[in-house]
């Protein structure tokens, strides 16, 4: 079993930087894949982007270039660094863990962006 937990989400005005942070508890040594995955109002959930064990990364078109995924291993933790961000980029930003066998998700964490 895998706990995760987000922080970091909250009001930013457009063109601002928030990160977010995902603490992994629990079986932690069988975590293969990671992500952070939004849903906005009203939309379908989304992969925003994803980083192997191996540390390889993938992430929506929406965000290259403002968005950079990382994960500390000995920390148990994942990262989101969210620059230059958009009011389209409003939403619960919920972070994702798979160890080959199942899916876990962490309670999610409101991002606004708005002025």
């Known amino acids: 079993q895998v706990q995760l937990v987000e922080s970091g989400g909250g009001l930013v005005q457009p063109g601002g930087s928030l990160r977010l942070s995902c603490a992994a508890s629990?079986?932690?040594?069988?975590?293969?894949?990671m992500a952070w995955y939004r849903q906005g109002a009203g939309k379908q959930r989304e992969l925003v982007a994803r980083?192997?064990?191996?540390?390889?990364?993938n992430y929506a078109d929406s965000v290259k270039g403002r968005f950079t995924i990382s994960r500390d291993n000995a920390k148990n933790t994942m990262y989101l660094q969210m620059n230059s961000l958009k009011v389209e980029d409003t939403a619960v930003y919920s972070c994702?863990?798979?160890?080959?066998?199942?899916?876990?998700w962490g309670q999610g964490t409101q991002v606004t962006v708005s002025s």
């Open positions: 629990g079986s932690v040594f069988a975590i293969n894949t």
């Open positions: 980083i192997s064990s191996g540390g390889s990364t």
């Open positions: 994702y863990a798979w160890d080959r066998s199942r899916n876990y």
